[in-house]
């Protein structure tokens, strides 16, 4: 074989193994995409069991005549405010690659910042995804 010609098949032999080298990095990147999604819809999962029972309560105290409609109604309120800035510090963390406590107290920074409260800046991030 030519010494060009070696050269060559040496070149598309370092090419072919850079590439198979990026599809190894490229393939360990998408399964941790794949494994923080499967914990971000398990969490999300949890918020939504603990919302509805979150609600039963309410209408079991409501029922019991505890807690007046009005009472109800914001604690219902205080509740959805509750899972939408759990949602966002669940975005926070898988978009950034943070801790929740981290994320929390970004998303509290943005709040303070923006002189804005909690709530509606989570509402914006989360409407945004």
Same mark, same amino acid.
């Given at each position: 074989? =030519? $010494?060009?010609?070696?050269?060559d098949s040496? $070149?598309?032999? *370092?090419?072919?193994? %850079? ?8 393939r360990a %990147?998408?399964?941790?995409?794949? *494994?923080? %999604?499967?914990?971000?819809? /398990?969490?999300? !999962? $949890? ?5 509805? +029972?979150?609600?039963? &309560?309410?209408? !079991? ?6 807690? *007046? ?11 959805? =405010? =509750?899972?939408?800035? /759990?949602?966002?510090? /669940?975005?926070? &963390? %898988? !978009?950034?690659?943070?801790?929740? $406590? ?11 910042? =923006?002189?804005?409260?909690?709530? !509606?800046?989570?509402?914006? +991030?989360?409407? *945004?995804?």
């Open positions: 074989m =030519s $010494d060009q010609r070696q050269g040496q $070149d598309l032999q *370092s090419q072919i193994d %850079a590439l198979t080298a990026q599809i190894g990095c490229d %990147a998408i399964e941790t995409l794949q *494994s923080d %999604a499967a914990d971000t819809l /398990g969490r999300i !999962e $949890d918020i939504e069991a603990a919302a509805a +029972l979150d609600r039963q &309560m309410i209408a !079991e105290l409501q029922d019991a005549g505890v807690v *007046s409609r009005e009472h109800a109604a914001q604690m219902e309120r205080a509740l959805q =405010s =509750s899972r939408t800035i /759990g949602t966002a510090v /669940g975005i926070l &963390m %898988a !978009e950034r690659e943070i801790r929740q $406590d981290e994320a929390f107290t970004v998303l509290k920074a943005a709040s303070r910042n =923006s002189n804005r409260k909690l709530r !509606e800046v989570a509402q914006e +991030l989360v409407e *945004s995804r």
